[in-house]
């Protein structure tokens, strides 16, 4: 293998590590916005709960 295919393989390895950390990131902000609001509907549910029994 030549110099330019190792320099493009490296290239692409560092394509792929940015592509998979870009990917983690957006899923894990993914996951905290669905518990943020996962937990202002459980508030809204006690709301009601508690507005009803009045």
């Known amino acids: 293998m030549n110099d330019a295919?190792?320099?493009?393989?490296?290239?692409?390895?560092?394509?792929?590590?940015a592509c998979w950390l870009i990917l983690i990131g957006?899923?894990?902000?993914?996951v905290s916005r669905e518990r943020r609001i996962r937990q202002q509907m459980e508030s809204l549910q006690r709301m009601l709960e508690d507005k009803e029994g009045k």
């Open 5 to 17: 295919a190792a320099r493009n393989f490296e290239y692409l390895a560092y394509g792929l590590i």
């Open 26 to 30: 957006y899923v894990l902000t993914l």
